[in-house]
């Protein structure tokens, strides 16, 4: 069984900084390419960042470029999202979430494409 587990959230000053985790649960992903994504309120999920399988590709939403960077450590099944110049308009439920395989599709920006996908975890911040 495969969980997804993100940690990290919270509330956060306009201009901070933060930095989620994301930790698998069970059966390792270290294979597949992981993406982080966001649903701010009432607004649909949208892309933010995805990475292969060894770290040596990223692509990034045009919004997040510059500030936000996607890593990870396969030898202890974490993926992780470092937020810099946060701004408002990332308030957001941000989710974790693994492809099934190792390399970034062409449809990387697509939910669809991610096969596991955590509960989330509330990042605000305030104006």
């Known amino acids: 069984q495969v969980q997804l587990v993100e940690s990290g959230g919270g509330l956060v000053q306009a201009g901070g900084s933060l930095s989620l985790s994301c930790e698998d649960s069970?059966?390792?992903?270290?294979?597949?390419?992981r993406g982080w994504f966001r649903q701010p309120p009432g607004k649909e999920r949208e892309f933010v960042a995805v990475i292969s399988n060894s770290g040596g590709s990223t692509r990034y939403a045009d919004s997040v470029k510059g500030r936000f960077t996607i890593s990870r450590d396969n030898a202890k099944n974490m993926v992780y999202l470092r937020m810099m110049s946060l701004k408002s308009e990332d308030t957001a439920v941000y989710y974790c979430?693994?492809?099934?395989?190792?390399?970034?599709?062409?449809?990387?920006?697509?939910?669809?494409?991610?096969?596991?996908w955590g509960q989330g975890t509330q990042v605000t911040v305030s104006s």
């Open positions: 069970g059966r390792t992903l270290s294979r597949y390419a």
């Open positions: 979430a693994a492809d099934t395989r190792p390399y970034i599709g062409s449809s990387y920006f697509r939910g669809k494409e991610y096969e596991y």
